[in-house]
Structures are given as structure tokens and as C-alpha cells.
């Protein structure tokens, strides 16, 4: 069980770093050097909505990046629009630009593309299914309070 653990803890780690390069690779392709992966799926995870800062950390994984420092160098680059929040006005929230929008939509036709070349065979909607509710249980293990020794029986 172990061996099968640590596994699959590597390969999530792997794929998110490999869908990074896949991102990566479609801004090189568009010319974009402003926008970095990171950026750009902090955009397509604001799509068209409008999202304070924080609803952002928690909507998203962007492997150790800094998403304040991103969200305004964003601002800076006119991917993103930031306004005071007016019912806390120690809160701000963004929104995608038209040149943001259009990352989002970049990016949501790759993974369109990505969706209808998968269920050509190469997995089933039915696996995506089965790796999801496993992904989701592990998530829910992790983020669960342990019991101290981090769950290990110290008497067995």
C-alpha cells in the first residue's frame, strides 16, 4: 500500500507540473511572454466572474506561487482589473480584462481540445470518474485533522 501511495503522490505532482508545460507551451505558441502558466490559469480560473483575492487562493492550486504577486503583476500587464471591495474595503476583487478574457478563452479551447482528444479511447469518462472520486478522498485524508504521530499507531 505504501508503494502505491507514494506513487500516485508523485504522479499528481508530475501532471500538474506537466499540464504547466502544456499552458506554457500554448502562450509560446500565441507569442504571450508577459503571462507565465501560473498567470494564466489563475485567469481561466476567474473566467468571466468577479472573485476577491482570497475566494482565488481557495478556487485553485498554483504549486507555490505567491497569488497576491501574481494577481498584480497581472493588474500591471492589463490581464486583470482590481477594485476595492465596497462592502470591506480592506478586500479587493478582480476581474478578467477583454485581453484576460481572451487568455481565458485560449486556454478553455485547449482544454476543450485536450477533452475530445482523451475520449477518442485514450481514457474513459468513466476513468476520469472512478481518478477523480480517488483524488478527491485523498484530498479529503490529507486535509482532515490527524490524530497525533500523524495516524501512525505507536503500539503496533
Not at 485581453?99 to 482544454?111: P, R, W
Request: hydrophobic letters at 40%.
Amino acid at each position: 500500500m505504501k508503494a502505491a501511495y507514494l506513487q500516485t503522490i508523485s504522479l499528481v505532482e508530475r501532471l500538474h507540473r506537466q499540464c504547466l508545460e502544456v499552458v506554457k507551451a500554448e502562450l509560446d505558441r500565441r507569442g504571450i511572454r508577459d503571462l507565465n502558466n501560473i498567470q494564466a490559469l489563475i485567469l481561466y480560473n476567474i473566467g468571466a466572474e468577479e472573485l476577491s483575492v482570497g475566494e482565488l487562493t481557495h478556487r485553485g492550486y498554483y504549486l507555490g506561487s505567491n497569488v497576491s504577486y501574481n494577481v498584480k503583476k497581472m493588474v500591471e500587464n492589463g490581464y486583470l482589473i482590481q477594485e476595492r471591495s465596497p462592502h470591506d474595503r480592506r478586500s479587493f476583487h478582480v476581474r478578467a480584462s477583454d485581453t484576460g478574457l481572451e487568455i481565458f478563452n485560449s486556454i478553455s479551447t485547449l482544454f476543450d481540445a485536450h477533452a475530445e482528444q482523451i475520449s477518442g479511447g485514450v481514457v474513459s469518462d468513466e476513468d476520469l470518474k472512478v481518478t477523480t472520486a480517488t483524488l478527491h478522498r485523498l484530498q479529503l485524508f490529507w486535509s482532515s485533522p490527524m490524530p497525533m504521530g500523524g495516524g501512525v499507531n505507536p503500539a503496533a
